[in-house]
């Protein structure tokens, strides 16, 4: 039965529109000032999955040599590969697509967030991050569809920037930093002169001319080898390796937030494949100059401009703005920004033409 379950899914039309799969990296920590305890973990995951589960549900176990790291692989198919990393437990699993994670959400969920859970282990805001990784494939033979993605990316500046996250630490957003800015744009100007026929170059210039060494990032934090590495939103260190890495996301909450942003970003670029021209540059939402104490942990945007940027990203793709609220920048949503733009004139008229569409294709 789950052999045909999964034919289903991956014959559907649907599941094939963008050939493209995700491998998250959900993180844990605890609400004390105590280090997690990734052989605790490992050990809850045992008890959890092994000895507590009947025949033909039981998890298989292998040691890594990267030790501590220990993956468990499902007898549906799917594994998780249980670490520790600087700080935090981090848990890696095979690339899937949106749908096999959808259908597989709840097994996973009880797997992994349980686990963490039951041992006071938590998805925690600057203890790690909800990194996103997308199978360079899509792009390898698509250039204008990667080139697109990246613009898009980089005019909704909200995205790094208080909507998927703002990490000052880890992944900072290319748009803070003029010479940033500066080296970016070159290198989309280069591809649209037709200087690049390859995805994997221009990713690599990209990398190259954007990761500008003599401009302080916002917070100085590690050493200059390491920040050189992770100090951007986007991570294209990795494309030869077949993967590109989102890296400004708030650890996830669930996998159901999981599940609901990587079906964001899929049919975000379902709607830039039908654009047969290159995007043009230009952000949505203007970053304030920086004030080092006030932006290390507060996004330099205004909130209502970012939520209006948001809102029009997310309806374009074609999805709900209910279904991504909840994971926006907290202080947002502590703040009363969340219910101050929904309540706004823009919102409601958006709304409204939103629903009357539906009802008029409903006819």
Not at 13 to 31: C, H, N, V
Not at 195 to 219: C, I, R, W
Not at 347 to 353: C, L
């Given at each position: 039965?789950?052999?045909?379950?999964?034919?289903?899914?991956?014959?559907?039309?649907?599941?094939?529109?963008?050939?493209?799969?995700?491998?998250?990296?959900?993180?844990?920590?605890?609400?004390d000032d105590n280090p997690p305890d990734v052989r605790m973990m490992q050990g809850r995951m045992d008890v959890h999955l092994i000895r507590g589960q009947?025949?033909?549900?039981?998890?298989?176990?292998?040691?890594?040599?990267?030790?501590?790291?220990?993956?468990?692989?499902?007898?549906?198919?799917?594994?998780?590969?249980?670490?520790?990393?600087?700080?935090?437990?981090?848990?890696?699993?095979?690339?899937?697509?949106?749908?096999?994670?959808?259908?597989?959400?709840?097994?996973?969920?009880?797997?992994?967030?349980?686990?963490?859970?039951?041992?006071?282990?938590?998805?925690?805001?600057?203890?790690?991050?909800?990194?996103?990784?997308?199978?360079?494939?899509?792009?390898?033979?698509?250039?204008l569809l990667f080139r697109n993605f990246i613009v898009d990316c980089y005019n909704h500046n909200e995205l790094f920037m208080g909507a998927f996250g703002?990490?000052?630490?880890?992944?900072?957003?290319?748009?803070?930093?003029?010479?940033?800015?500066?080296?970016?744009?070159?290198?989309?100007?280069?591809?649209?002169?037709?200087?690049?026929?390859?995805?994997?170059?221009?990713?690599?210039?990209?990398?190259?001319?954007?990761?500008?060494?003599?401009?302080?990032?916002?917070?100085?934090?590690?050493?200059?080898?390491?920040?050189?590495?992770?100090?951007?939103?986007?991570?294209?260190?990795?494309?030869?390796?077949?993967?590109?890495?989102?890296?400004?996301?708030?650890?996830?909450?669930?996998?159901?937030?999981?599940?609901?942003?990587?079906?964001?970003?899929k049919k975000r670029l379902e709607y830039l494949e039908k654009l047969k021209e290159p995007l043009a540059i230009d952000p949505k939402v203007e970053v304030?100059?920086?004030?080092?104490?006030?932006?290390?942990?507060?996004?330099?945007?205004?909130?209502?401009?970012?939520?209006?940027?948001?809102?029009?990203?997310?309806?374009?793709?074609?999805?709900?703005?209910?279904?991504?609220?909840?994971?926006?920048?907290?202080?947002?949503?502590?703040?009363?920004?969340?219910?101050?733009?929904?309540?706004?004139?823009?919102?409601?008229?958006?709304?409204?033409?939103?629903?009357?569409?539906?009802?008029?294709?409903?006819?």
């Open positions: 039965m789950r052999i045909i379950i999964l034919l289903i899914i991956l014959l559907s039309p649907r599941a094939w529109a963008i050939d493209i799969e995700f491998g998250p990296e959900f993180t844990f920590g605890r609400l009947e025949k033909g549900a039981k998890f298989r176990r292998k040691v890594l040599s990267t030790d501590p790291a220990v993956r468990y692989y499902s007898p549906n198919g799917w594994n998780a590969t249980v670490d520790d990393d600087q700080g935090v437990i981090e848990v890696q699993m095979k690339p899937m697509t949106v749908e096999l994670f959808e259908h597989f959400k709840n097994d996973i969920q009880d797997a992994i967030f349980a686990s963490a859970a039951n041992i006071d282990h938590w998805p925690l805001l600057w203890r790690g991050g909800g990194h996103i990784n997308l199978s360079f494939s899509t792009f390898k033979n698509n250039p703002y990490d000052t630490h880890n992944a900072m957003s290319w748009n803070v930093h003029p010479a940033r800015r500066a080296g970016l744009e070159k290198t989309i100007e280069l591809f649209d002169h037709g200087n690049y026929f390859s995805a994997v170059n221009f990713a690599e210039d990209l990398e190259k001319n954007v990761n500008v060494t003599d401009v302080e990032p916002v917070m100085l934090w590690g050493t200059e080898e390491l920040r050189i590495q992770k100090e951007f939103a986007i991570n294209f260190i990795w494309v030869r390796e077949g993967r590109l890495e989102i890296r400004a996301v708030r650890p996830q909450a669930s996998v159901d937030v999981w599940v609901r942003q990587i079906r964001l970003i304030q100059p920086i004030d080092l104490e006030k932006h290390m942990l507060e996004p330099p945007v205004n909130p209502q401009d970012a939520m209006k940027a948001f809102y029009t990203y997310v309806t374009e793709a074609g999805e709900d703005w209910a279904d991504h609220r909840d994971y926006l920048w907290p202080k947002w949503g502590w703040d009363g920004e969340i219910k101050k733009f929904e309540k706004s004139y823009w919102f409601k008229k958006r709304q409204s033409e939103k629903c009357e569409k539906r009802l008029a294709g409903a006819k």
